[in-house]
């Protein structure tokens, strides 16, 4: 048993897809019309019931960044239930962002300060982008599972198991809500589910843009799969509940594999792999 | 008072400025020589005992021989140098899977106190920070030698210090139990006296 849950593929796999999955039915099922509303909250229970299997309870006050991220995550959760708004979602999320990276703020003005704007810049977009679909859509879900699952691939490439966990955990987290809403939209689709990806993933990016030997610039390019959603609707091809989510997918992994490429060819010496 | 006792008196206390009591010699690691050595050993997959060590460090020992528990040492460690004979294992070590260099780039030691034994040993105490993160540890330490160096002349003095730390009280957890939580510290130094 010890050796199942110390797997990496188990811990950022099959544990937070199965508890968010879990999590999602009890609160979306229950009946309750507050429970339709907090389902989202299992993209939350997922990514932090993997993340405690990974990397233990993270202490209070957190020291370092990677003991943040969790911390981070409950935070976006709060801010896609009670504060409401793009604006003050930004806000968070950048608070999130200087949290982790003040180390190099405070620091001698360098090429880091530009990196943490353009990953403001990037949230920013996130946030604005995800806000313009109606409620409970996984038109920015889907392609948020797909870049989350890209971020894990750059940071596994930047020699930090650890942070492509937190990234592999929060896309199959996403995948076990997004499984109870296919084909039929049920539930918890809302910001909730949303802004905790978005803004772990922001806590993430300035992680592996300050601390890894990542080529962080490839994040970039990850960006218009947010745009999935508007790429298909473009397209004008005819899909249906069942195939929508699927297009936008395809559609999305395209520059997540366009990311994943050029970060291949810019780590010269390959990626980080077991010794 | 007379004035010949005040006389003798004001002389002793002159005397007393003229020559202050014995301090403590300082020495500073030899980092021209590279004559150091900075490692730590853990266990791997409860396989092997991997070896690593840090290739850059610098510090001071202020040594008393006269009042050893009078003695301090200060050391700081670049994490960025760490050295495991291996690249890729190097440049994991250095993300913040573990010692997180980009975050926190130095291993510090300072003394807090110096238990003397028998025989040139002692029990150093003092607040070891790593990943950000400072607790009081105690190494076994032994004065080696100190004398002159038999080619430059200068005085020297050499060191040697073991200790056990859990990475996992130092915020260091991924990869628990797999990769050991127990490190052996060890440190063999020579410092040249100031």
């Known amino acids: 048993m010890n050796d199942l849950l110390a797997n990496p593929a188990i811990q950022s796999g099959a544990i937070p897809f199965f508890t968010a999955l879990l999590v999602a ?250 010794y | 008072m007379n004035r010949l006792t005040s006389f003798i008196v004001g002389a002793f206390l002159s005397i007393a400025v003229i020559l202050p009591a014995k301090a403590a010699d300082t020495y500073a690691l030899d980092t021209a020589g590279n004559h150091y050595y900075a490692g730590f050993q853990i266990s791997h997959l409860g396989f092997s005992i991997m070896h690593g060590r840090f290739d850059e460090l610098a510090g001071s020992i202020e040594y008393d021989a006269a009042n050893p528990s009078a003695s301090k040492v200060s050391v700081t460690i670049q994490a960025g140098s760490v050295n495991t004979n291996h690249a890729k294992r190097d440049a994991h070590l250095k993300s913040p899977d573990f010692f997180n260099v980009g975050e926190f780039p130095e291993i510090t030691f300072v003394s807090t106190s110096v238990a003397p034994g028998a025989d040139g040993t002692a029990k150093v105490t003092g607040d070891l920070t790593i990943h950000g993160v400072t607790k009081s540890i105690t190494l076994d330490a032994r004065v080696m030698k100190v004398g002159i160096h038999p080619f430059n002349k200068k005085p020297i003095a050499a060191w040697s210090a073991r200790g056990m730390i859990k990475r996992s009280d130092f915020g260091i957890k991924y990869g628990l139990p797999a990769i050991g939580d127990e490190v052996t510290l060890l440190l063999d130094i020579e410092a040249l006296k100031k």
């Open chain 1, 25 to 274: 039915a009890i609160l979306g099922f229950s009946g309750l019309q507050s429970g339709l509303r907090y389902a989202g909250l299992a993209v939350l229970a997922g990514f932090l019931v993997a993340y405690v299997v990974a990397l233990g309870l993270p202490p209070l006050p957190p020291k370092s960044s990677g003991q943040k991220i969790a911390y981070i995550a409950i935070l976006a959760a709060f801010s896609g239930l009670f504060f409401g708004g793009r604006l003050k979602a930004l806000a968070v999320a950048a608070f999130g962002i200087v949290w982790i990276g003040w180390r190099k703020i405070v620091a001698e003005p360098s090429l880091d300060h530009l990196s943490i704007g353009l990953i403001l810049a990037g949230t920013a977009i996130a946030i604005f982008a995800s806000e313009r679909d109606a409620e409970d859509s996984a038109d920015k879900a889907v392609p948020l599972l797909v870049i989350s699952f890209a971020v894990a691939g750059l940071a596994f490439m930047g020699a930090s198991a650890s942070i492509a966990q937190n990234a592999g955990a929060l896309s199959a987290a996403l995948g076990g809500l997004l499984i109870i809403n296919w084909p039929k939209r049920r539930f918890g689709l809302n910001a909730v589910a949303r802004l905790v990806p978005i803004m772990v993933l922001a806590a993430l990016a300035t992680q592996i843009t300050l601390f890894t030997t990542a080529p962080a610039w490839v994040l970039v390019l990850l960006l218009p799969a947010l745009f999935a959603d508007q790429f298909l609707d473009r397209w004008q091809a005819s899909y249906t509940a069942l195939t929508r989510p699927v297009f936008i997918a395809f559609i999305a992994t395209v520059p997540a594999v366009a990311a994943l490429s050029a970060a291949w060819f810019a780590v010269s010496s390959g990626p980080s792999s077991g």
